[in-house]
């Protein structure tokens, strides 16, 4: 596939300009990977339309850009969807890294803004990279979904719940810290999932700490427990973008599980939607 030869010559696509706007309208005829500043990659599927609507995704720890790009190819190639994977800075995303620290015994107040988000270098080098990729490419505006996974999920959930963001929606698979949005956006679309057993970061925690939080801020969350570990199934991938793009022309519509439950482990009875088996 196009990601997989383009990520073994990321030297030569890192080293590439971005093309002109002019040069992005040839491009939508056939799929094109490209390189924007600060080590974003930018994707457009040859079934973009004339307006596509754009997914922005954030990697997990210890992972890069152009794997969330390969991950998911297959969605963009099939919805006509823009793709754009920004980098952190450093190994994860700045604000999660902060929340990630020992808590200082000293100042009370350094915790509480450790696990508080308003702006900070990582925001500020996404919301530039779609700036640049709008510059490029005539992107729906009213359609510009963040999402991310892991620590990406965790830094979607922060950076994408604020009023200064215009996004449509946020989706958030597998997260791990609850981080409060200064001047949240009541009444935001947030759609989160969780593997039951995932061993790395807990489901009790997105179950009794992140999901409650979010309601609180007035998120209008859409929230799924599966059975699997540390994932994003791609059954889950399906139904979270046919809730927000709407189903692909000419296949079966993958709605929302309907049965509802509370967490399972949490401390918390939070409703949740059931999984899907």
């Known amino acids: 596939m196009l990601v997989a030869a383009a990520v073994l010559a990321l030297s030569q696509i890192a080293q590439a300009a971005p093309p002109s706007p002019a040069e992005a309208a040839r491009l939508v005829s056939r799929s094109h990977l490209f390189a924007l500043p600060d080590n974003a990659v930018g994707y457009i599927p040859a079934s973009a339309g004339p307006r596509p609507p754009l997914l922005v995704l954030l990697h997990g ?58 702006r900070s270098r990582d925001s500020r080098r996404v ?25 990406g999920a965790t830094f979607a959930l922060t950076m994408g719940m604020s009023r200064d963001y215009r996004f449509a929606a946020v989706i958030a698979w597998s997260p791990g810290i609850a981080i409060r949005t200064d001047n949240p956006a009541r009444g935001r679309r947030v759609f989160i999932s969780h593997g039951y057993s995932d061993p790395l970061l807990k489901f009790a925690v997105t179950c009794s700490e992140i999901v409650p939080l979010l309601r609180e801020e ?4 859409t929230f799924v427990g599966f059975d699997g570990g540390h994932d994003a199934p791609v059954w889950l991938k399906d139904t979270f973008f046919d809730a927000i793009f709407g189903s692909i022309a000419g296949s079966k519509a993958r709605p929302l599980p309907t049965g509802r439950q509370t967490c399972i482990g949490g401390d918390a009875n939070v409703p949740a939607i059931g999984s899907v088996n």
């Open 218 to 221: 007035g998120a209008a969350v």
């Open 61 to 118: 720890a210890g992972h890069r850009q152009l794997e969330m790009v390969k991950h998911f190819e297959a969605e963009a190639d099939a919805r006509g969807l823009l793709l754009l994977a920004p980098d952190s800075l450093g190994d994860t995303w700045d604000s999660v890294a902060d929340a990630e620290g020992p808590p200082d015994t000293n100042s009370p107040l350094a915790g509480t803004l450790a696990h508080r988000f308003s």
């Open 127 to 151: 919301d530039a990279a779609i700036a640049k990729l709008e510059s490029i490419v005539p992107v729906d505006s009213d359609r510009i979904v963040l999402a991310g996974f892991s620590d």
